[in-house]
């Protein structure tokens, strides 16, 4: 699926069940992620039910800039925040692991 495919998909799913419950949803996928990897921790764990999960919250953090523009649209600030924070954490990650060689 192409992102603008999605895009498409997001909005419907938006403009259908709302922006507080798409949050609400978000929560709830992060809690079901939670509990799979504390499962796969404990040796009981599902593989496919993590990998379920992750796609899960994959999918919905895919949905937050759009998700947090609404009811009004607004430039996206969202996604360059994120990325901004993402690539600094990136290089922060990168430097406590190899910074001892
Ligand atoms: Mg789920």
């Keep these: 699926m192409t992102q603008e495919e999605k895009n498409r998909v997001f909005k ?4 259908k069940y709302g922006a507080a419950y798409r949050l609400d949803l978000l ?13 796969y921790q404990r040796g009981r764990g599902d593989w ?3 990998a379920e999960e992750t796609a899960d919250v994959q999918i919905m953090l895919e949905q937050m800039p ?6 009004t649209p607004e430039p996206d600030n969202f996604t ?9 954490k990136l290089a922060r990650l990168e430097r406590q692991v190899f910074d001892d060689e």
């Design 12 to 15: 419907a799913a938006l403009g």
């Design 27 to 39: 929560v709830e996928e992060l809690a079901e992620l939670i509990v799979e990897i504390r499962h």
């Design 48 to 50: 496919d039910s993590l």
């Design 66 to 71: 759009l998700i947090l523009a609404s009811p």
């Design 80 to 88: 360059p925040a994120v990325k901004y924070f993402y690539d600094k």
